[in-house]
Every structure is written in structure tokens, then in C-alpha cells.
């Protein structure tokens, strides 16, 4: 439920002063610490932004330097080589041949390649130093090689490729401020000469990886001792019982963190909220405008800022998970699982983030190669329970479902009606990606490829600097979405005057669209306010517990009652129900379609996805309200 | 069924190739008998005709496995590992 706004289109912003804007851009293999590098450089002067026409991400940020001055450096996606084989070569080998739309030619690059592991990583230096833009060469990890009693002469290799070396540990913070020395001279930096090592010509993958070889022998590198620590941890965290055991751990840790931990967070927000609605309340003379901002935005907005918490503490988790490498073993134990419902180990984190919220989730699929499985995994991430969903199951269940308690304290109806809701995504999911995978995205034999990276201690500087990011992301659609619907929605339910009073719900625009659109939702026990609630939710799920607010809130007979009381007033069990299971299989988050459709690159997915939904949804509120009006 | 596809489907029927190889132990890899494109990201990663391939952890079940290759560790699942082929 965040992420509203997709990464924008790579723009620059105007030239400065200085006339030309010099651009820096990051290289380097998968795994190879250029996140951590671009963080170092740029801090919080970051965004996350696309390329026009292609659904390669990239990241583009200021680097500080001395006396005023900045430099753009992008962080380009990581690769092995840059023959153009995947869309993430394309866009490497694109960008620094100066042909990318959108960005102009950069003026040097910054190759980083893990120090631990030269002798392959040095391969991607052939085809970067063959394009003949001043190049600085970043050994990374000097830590953890000088750790495992390696070795590397970084002026040897300078004078055998003939361009600057430096080495680095970039998560420690050594050596950057040799990085920055490059960036500030790289206006007047001058293309490389040759290595001294002849390239090879043919730069298929053996030959390049013979000149990679004889380049690191000549400079006396001494490969590090394996990682001792990584394959201990993997005796632990693959081992064939205590593993899995692990897992299941881990998964239940992050479930429980985010609802019960999330808790006392939350409510203080929701604390804060309420008392700063009633200061405004109280300061502020009664006119229009004090009621425009106390019912329309300080509901509105408030109800949905009351899931901040919830969504840094998953993705604190996912940060640390990512970050230590325990992410990728998990991927692992979970690839048999997932290969049963036709998908695969890498679908596993987007899925269990889309518990989160299915943007990030959509875009975290992008580790998946296969085309095919990505898109499946796309197209069932949004079924799963997001927390947005949270507040209007919440909401329903708490004035439906009597809290009696089934397994002792620990466990009662609401807490399984709920678990209940999130058992029926999930089937959802299944039945999806099986007919899916049965069907049209029947999977090429492309190979399942995962790498182990070593582990890792995660920096606080890196969580936190995603945090700060997805806070950023949050905040200002809140800020932009929410808000512009909270007040469109005041409107239409204040207009048109009559006698210059506002009308009576019923009687207003918002209810007019309402009862339009009643009889289609009459079969589902819902009446024309849900309807506007429907509607509204459509910008996002959670808004429709703000626009119920406003409608009851406004609305005579439900005035003085709770939200919970007012929709006991206004649903039947039946309806009750319909309404869960419609928001449980809906696709009711507008940024959801934008960035399927963004990730995609196409309308043909998400209207399709859209649709789906929309018609699952539909059949089965249907099916639930006539099976519980049996009843009740 | 047949009875031809199903000893073709057999591991020992075949040359040996990866899913041959026990946890530690460890074989030079001859080639890589898939698609250009596939075979090229392996490749990439270390599966190079010539080098050592060293057989490491695995999922629980024993599918997918991990491989030690040229300095770094990569899972593959056993369809996979099959094309992979020993001397």
C-alpha cells in the first residue's frame, strides 16, 4: 500500500549554474556491494526512477562534493557482461554507449567488482574498459578479503589496465573518500588507454574469462580462504531438519512482528490523530473549512498514516533478510514448495511482501528471469492479504463477529475469521498461478539459476536509508491520492446546497453516483453508501474505511453512532460477509494496476488482471452473502 | 510410457553430469548441453567447460542443490544440473 506514485521517468533537473550536469554512472556485477556504494555516495539524495520504454529500474542520486558542487551518479542494474542478451544488459550496455533515451552519455564510470571473488568479477572489465570512457576500477570488500587472508595489489592492476584502482569496503566506509576524489575530477577525467593485457577480441564468456584470469594473476591477487562463517551458517540454515524448522521461524517471526509489534505503534499514531483532529476541532470557528479539514482530510488521511508502522516494520525485515543474504537460502528451501504451483523459489519474497502491499511486491519480482514466471507472479501478488486490507476486515469483523474464544486466550473467532480471510487469498493465489501456469504462461525450460551470496552483516546505515525511502513513498501518497480523494469525496458529499446548507447524504453527488450504482451491488447485500465506499476504494482499499467515516459521520440517523454500530445499522450478516470476501479477491488499489502496468510495460496485463479480479470478487460475495443469509 | 523414455530418463543411463555428484565431492565439467543463451549465463556465473564444480548444501529434499563453481556458491534444480555434464 505504498509506492503509489511508480519511479517517475529519468529526467535531470535543469542545468545548474556550472552549465553542463556531469553524470557518473555505477557498474558492476550482481552482488557486488554497488547498492552500498551508491548509498555512501549519495545518502538521502536519491530516487528511485525508470527508463522510458523499458521496465529496467534504475536509481539516480547527488553526490556532495566540495565547494557547492554535485554530480549525478546512477546506479545502473547489475550485470555479468554486457552483451545484450536480458533487458538489464540492454540498458547497462545502452546507457554507457550514450544511445538511452532520456540520459545523456555518462561522463565516466565507476566499475565496482568484489575483491573476494577478482578473477571472475574482473571479466566484466573487458567489455567496460572497451568502450573507452574513463573508467575508475572499485575493489569492494577489502574487509572480508583481507579477513579470509587474501590479496590484491590494486597499483599493479591500475598499471596493468591502465586506469585508476582503488580498494574499498564500502559497507565499512573505507576508501570511499578515494571514490569521491575520482568524482571530482571527472569532468577533466581522459579516456583510458588500452590494458596492457590485450582484450580479447571475440569477448565470448571463455575467452574473457582467460583475460580476467591472466589479468589477476599478474597482479599477484591471492584468492581469500572460503567463507568459513557462510558455510557453517549453511550447515545450520540448510541443513535438511533444523533448516526448514528455521524457516518456518523466520516467516511466523515477521507475521507476528508486524501484526502484534506493529500494535502499540499504531494506536499511538491513531492517538495522535484523533487528539490533533480535536485541537483543530476546537481552534477553529465552525465554518465549511473547519469541516472540509476535520471530516474530509483529517479522517480521511489519518486512517491510512495509521499503517506507517506496520509498513517499515516489514520492510525492516525484508531489509534484513535481503541484506545478511539469509533471503536467497530462502528462496532455496522454498523453491520445491513453490515449483508445485508452477512457480518457483524467487516468487517467495515478492509474495510474502505482497502481505505488505503488492507494489513493492510487483516490483521485487524482478529478480525472477523467466518471463513467464514473473508475470504469474505478478498476476497473484495482489491476492494476497495486503495490509490494506487490514483495516476493513478489521472494521467488519469487529462489528460482526462476537469475540468468543476457541484455543484458550491466545486464539479466538475474530482472530480465525481473520486468519480465514487470509487463507482465501492465498487459495486464490494458487488457483490462479496453477491455471496460469497450465495455460497461457506454460514455462519455457529456461533454468533455474539462484546465487548464494556469502553472508553478511546488514548495515544500520543501509536499513535505515530504506526505511527513510519507503516512509518518503508512503507519506506522500497519503499526501497526494489520499488526500485529493478525501477532499473530492467531502465535496461531492456536501454539494449540491441547498437553501447554501449542504445537502443529506442521499441527496448529494456522491450519493447519486451511489445509487447508480446500487442495483449492481444489491445482489451482494450491499447499498448505495458501500457503493460510494466501493468506489472510492478503488484509489485505494483502506479509503473506503475513511469514506464510510465521512458518510456516517454526515449522515443524520448514523451520526451519533460508531462506524462499527452505523454499519451493524446498515449491513446484514450476508452483506457483512460479501463485502470480506469482495475486498479479500477485489483488485481494488489503483497503484497496483500502474505498476503492473509500469513492470509489464503494457495495459494487456493489468486490464486483464483488473478484470479477473474484479469478476472472482464479484461471484464469490455473490456466493457468500446467499450462503450466510441462509443462516442469519 | 515407454519403456525407452523411461530409461532415458534415468541418471545413470546417461553421461554423468552434476546430480551425479555427492555432497563434497567435486568434478571438472565437460559441457553444457543447453541453449546458447542458457548455457552462456552459466557460463557467466562459472560453469565453464574445464573448471571444477564442487557439489555443496541442498534444499531440504535434495532439490534444488547448491554448487561451489569458481568462487562462489549457485543453486541449480536437478533438471537443470542434468545438462551439465562431467568428464
Not at chain 1, 465549511?288 to 516494520?313: C, K, T, Y
Not at chain 1, 533454468?447 to 546488514?458: S, V
Not at chain 1, 458518510?551 to 446484514?572: K, P, V
Request: charge should be positive; glycine fraction near 8%.
Amino acid at each position: 500500500m505504498d509506492d503509489c506514485h511508480g519511479p517517475s521517468v529519468a529526467t535531470l533537473p535543469p542545468p545548474g549554474t556550472s552549465g553542463k550536469q556531469h553524470i557518473v554512472a555505477i557498474v558492476g556485477p550482481p552482488n557486488s556491494g554497488k547498492s552500498t556504494l551508491f548509498n555512501r555516495l549519495t545518502g538521502l539524495r536519491q530516487k528511485v526512477a525508470n527508463f522510458p520504454g523499458v521496465t529496467v529500474e534504475h536509481r539516480m542520486g547527488r553526490a556532495k562534493l566540495g565547494h557547492l558542487r554535485e554530480i549525478f551518479v546512477v546506479d545502473l542494474p547489475g550485470v555479468y557482461s554486457l552483451q545484450p542478451r536480458t533487458e538489464d544488459e540492454r540498458v547497462t550496455h545502452d546507457v554507457l554507449a550514450g544511445t538511452m533515451k532520456g540520459l545523456p552519455k555518462p561522463d565516466a564510470v565507476m566499475l565496482i567488482l568484489d575483491s573476494t571473488n577478482l578473477s571472475r568479477h574482473l571479466s566484466l572489465a573487458a567489455p567496460i574498459l572497451s568502450l573507452g570512457l574513463p573508467t575508475l576500477v572499485i575493489l569492494n570488500m577489502a574487509d572480508d578479503l583481507h579477513g579470509r587472508g587474501g590479496e590484491v595489489d590494486a597499483k599493479e592492476l591500475a598499471k596493468q589496465l591502465n586506469t585508476p584502482v582503488v580498494l574499498i569496503s564500502a559497507s565499512k566506509g573505507t576508501g570511499v573518500e578515494k571514490v569521491f576524489e575520482f568524482l571530482n575530477g571527472a569532468p577533466q577525467h581522459l579516456p583510458p588507454k588500452p590494458p596492457l593485457l590485450q582484450l580479447p577480441v571475440l569477448q565470448n564468456v571463455p575467452q574473457v574469462r582467460d583475460w580476467a584470469a591472466n589479468m589477476s594473476r599478474r597482479t599477484n591477487f591471492r584468492a581469500p580462504a572460503p567463507p568459513l562463517w557462510t558455510r557453517r551458517l549453511d550447515g545450520i540454515f540448510l541443513h535438511p531438519v533444523v533448516g526448514p524448522l528455521i524457516f518456518l521461524l523466520v516467516v511466523i517471526g515477521v507475521f507476528q512482528t508486524i501484526f502484534a509489534g506493529a500494535r502499540p505503534m499504531m494506536d499511538a499514531v491513531a492517538a495522535a490523530i484523533q487528539t490533533s483532529g480535536k485541537w483543530i476541532q476546537g481552534t477553529m470557528p465552525d465554518t465549511a473549512l473547519r469541516s472540509l479539514i476535520v471530516d474530509g482530510v483529517w479522517s480521511g488521511v489519518g486512517s491510512v498514516i495509521v499503517f506507517l508502522p506496520q509498513i517499515l516494520l516489514l520492510f525492516l525485515f525484508i531489509g534484513v533478510l535481503e541484506d545478511s543474504g539469509y533471503l536467497a537460502r530462502a528462496a532455496l528451501i522454498a523453491d520445491r514448495t513453490m515449483a508445485r504451483i508452477g512457480l518457483q523459489g524467487k516468487s517467495f519474497i515478492p509474495l510474502l511482501s505482497a502481505y505488505a502491499c503488492a507494489v513493492p511486491a510487483i516490483m521485487a519480482t524482478r529478480t525472477i528471469e523467466n518471463k513467464r514466471d514473473r508475470i504469474a507472479t505478478i498476476l497473484i501478488a495482489p491476492f494476497m492479504t495486503c495490509s490494506a486490507r487490514l483495516p476493513v476486515y478489521t472494521l467488519v469483523i469487529a462489528a460482526f463477529i462476537p469475540e468468543k474464544p476457541l484455543l484458550g486466550l491466545f486464539f479466538g473467532t475474530r482472530a480465525a475469521a481473520l486468519l480465514g480471510l487470509y487463507v482465501l487469498g492465498f487459495l486464490a493465489a494458487i488457483i490462479t498461478a496453477r491455471l496460469l501456469k497450465s495455460t497461457v504462461l506454460k514455462s519455457t525450460r529456461a533454468p533455474f539459476i539462484l546465487e548464494m551470496p556469502p553472508y553478511r552483516w546488514p548495515t544500520v546505515t543501509s536499513l535505515v536509508l530504506r526505511l527513510i525511502d519507503r516512509a518518503r513513498v508512503f507519506l506522500r501518497r497519503a499526501g497526494t491520492v489520499i488526500l485529493a480523494v478525501a477532499i473530492v469525496l467531502w465535496v461531492l458529499a456536501n454539494l449540491p446546497l441547498h437553501n447554501g446548507k449542504p445537502p443529506a447524504i442521499g441527496e448529494s453527488i456522491a450519493g447519486m453516483i451511489g445509487h447508480a450504482v446500487e442495483p449492481a451491488i444489491r445482489p451482494l447485500g450491499f447499498n448505495w453508501k458501500i457503493g460510494i465506499g466501493l468506489i472510492t476504494s478503488l484509489a485505494a482499499r483502506e479509503v473506503i474505511v475513511g469514506t464510510l467515516g465521512t458518510i456516517y459521520g454526515i449522515e443524520g440517523t448514523t451520526q451519533s453512532m460508531g462506524l462499527q454500530a452505523a454499519l451493524r445499522h446498515d449491513l446484514t450478516p450476508g452483506g457483512a460477509a460479501a463485502l470480506l470476501v469482495f475486498f479479500a479477491f477485489a483488485m481494488q488499489c489503483m497503484s497496483t494496476v500502474a505498476v503492473v502496468r509500469r513492470e509489464t510495460a503494457g495495459w494487456r496485463w493489468p486490464i486483464i488482471q483488473f478484470a479477473y479480479m474484479t469478476v472472482f470478487a464479484y461471484v464469490f460475495a455473490f456466493l457468500a452473502n446467499r450462503i450466510v443469509s441462509l443462516w442469519f | 510410457m515407454s519403456m525407452q523414455m523411461h530409461v532415458n530418463k534415468t541418471a545413470h543411463a546417461g553421461p554423468r553430469n552434476l546430480t551425479s555428484l555427492k555432497k563434497g565431492e567435486s568434478g571438472i565439467l565437460e559441457r553444457i548441453d543447453m541453449s546458447d543463451v542458457d548455457a552462456q549465463r552459466l557460463m557467466e556465473l562459472g560453469f565453464l567447460p574445464g573448471h571444477s564444480v564442487t557439489r555443496a548444501h541442498a534444499a531440504p529434499g535434495g532439490d534444488p542443490r547448491v554448487f561451489r563453481v569458481d568462487g562462489s556458491e549457485v543453486a541449480l534444480r536437478r533438471e537443470t544440473a542434468v545438462h551439465l555434464i562431467l568428464r
